[in-house]
């Protein structure tokens, strides 16, 4: 591997080792505590326009499968961990990580302190970084990357553009597709949904059109306020339907009920952040991956109250609406990389149709 240049905003250099592509592209630089997953973490499609570190330090070991996938077409700006495993060795891999990244145009780094860059970027917050050979222009790249302003389409970039089918016989669920985890559709669809998958902007009439039991709100990569035709559409979809709400969405049914949001000083990335439910005061270790939260001050008025709180940060994890079939987790029950201690609020959901379903046939 050829030596390779880790760079960031506030000028310092970070050399390494280079695998997987040569695309370098400016990125927000965030960091993720999980120990296992990076396969499932590099195709979550919520890590666009980002680059990714990892704080565990052996990476690669198991290879790349062909079945935990969380896209179809990955979209992470770059990877760096401290030590590249390319020996890898688990039954149902089929390739490196160093292939994997190849095939899929993502750049990589290795061999540079992960320890120090994470403490870094928890001290200064999230900053933008791209990657460079070794002869590069530093200097040139540095006042670059201080100059350059981050995207705000990433949401455009990963959703469907058209709509299309998931089909079963169970309750008619409309996915509005933000940049969706596989594992949400794996998981309605177990629960036997029959799914219509939609682009991130298609209109509240399109999705009422299909009848639907519930809508799902996915995932997604950015800044909720950078989607105010989705604002808009949920907006109207309140107090029609069902509606159910995972990270991003979570955070966009706060801002179509009139609550705030703000961008956190690192975010929240890992396989092992630790949640209270206030309804029973258990606690669930889960996965999370944000750089936005739903301000909880903000919610007095709106209809909305706080149904599970951060025991780390206390931020807003979850809300529910005290008047229509409406809820939302920060966190993902899905998990896919994570443990599932919150699967069970997909049951949740399944009930919450059944019960607007018999409410009609009764009234």
């Known amino acids: 591997m050829e030596d ?27 960091f993720n505590t999980s120990m296992t997953g990076y396969q499932e973490i590099l195709t979550d499609n919520s890590y666009c326009g980002q680059i990714i ?4 330090p052996l990476i690669g070991n198991y290879g790349v499968n062909r079945d935990d996938w969380e896209s179809i077409e990955p979209a992470a700006f770059g990877f760096v961990v401290k030590n590249l495993c390319d020996d ?8 490196s990580l160093d292939q994997f990244c190849k095939n899929e145009n993502i750049p990589g780094i290795s061999e540079v302190d992960t320890r120090a860059l994470t403490r870094r970027i928890r001290e200064h ?16 790249i540095v006042k670059t990357l201080q100059e350059t302003e981050l995207p ?9 553009s058209k709509l299309y089918s998931v089909p079963n016989r169970g309750p008619k669920v409309i996915l509005m597709d933000f940049g969706a985890k596989l ?12 799914i219509v998958v939609v682009p991130y902007n298609t209109d509240w009439k399109t999705i009422m059109n299909f009848r639907p039991d519930g809508v799902m709100l996915t995932n997604g990569p950015g800044n909720p306020e950078d989607l105010p035709e989705s604002i808009e559409t949920i907006r109207n979809l309140i ?27 690192f975010g929240h990335r890992g396989g092992n952040h630790p949640v209270v439910d206030l309804e029973d005061g258990h606690v669930e270790i889960t996965s999370q991956n944000h750089g936005y939260a739903v301000d909880k001050d903000s919610l007095k008025g709106t209809g909305l109250k706080m149904t599970h709180v951060a025991l780390n940060d206390k931020s807003c994890e979850g809300m529910m609406h005290t008047e229509y079939p409406v809820f939302s987790l920060q966190f993902h029950p899905e998990a896919n990389a994570g443990p599932n201690d919150s699967k069970k609020m997909f049951d949740r959901f399944m009930a919450l149709m059944e019960e607007e379903k018999e409410k009609k046939k009764n009234a």
Not at 88 to 95: K, P, T
Request: hydrophobic share 40%.
């Open 4 to 30: 390779r240049l880790l760079i960031l905003e506030d000028g310092s250099v970070w050399k390494g080792k280079g695998f997987g592509s040569d695309n370098f592209q400016i990125g927000e630089l965030v």
């Open 53 to 56: 570190l990892m704080t565990y």
């Open 88 to 95: 890898y060795s688990n039954w149902r891999a089929c390739e």
């Open 125 to 140: 917050g999230t900053m933008r970084a791209t990657m460079a050979n070794v002869d590069a222009d530093v200097d040139a």
């Open 152 to 160: 705000h389409d990433q949401v455009k970039r990963v959703s469907s």
């Open 183 to 194: 594992g949400i559709v794996r998981e309605l669809s177990m629960r036997g949904c029959d």
């Open 239 to 265: 107090g029609k339907v069902p509606i159910f709400g995972i990270c991003l969405g979570h955070q966009l049914i706060a801002l179509a009920c009139g609550a705030n949001t703000y961008k956190l000083k």
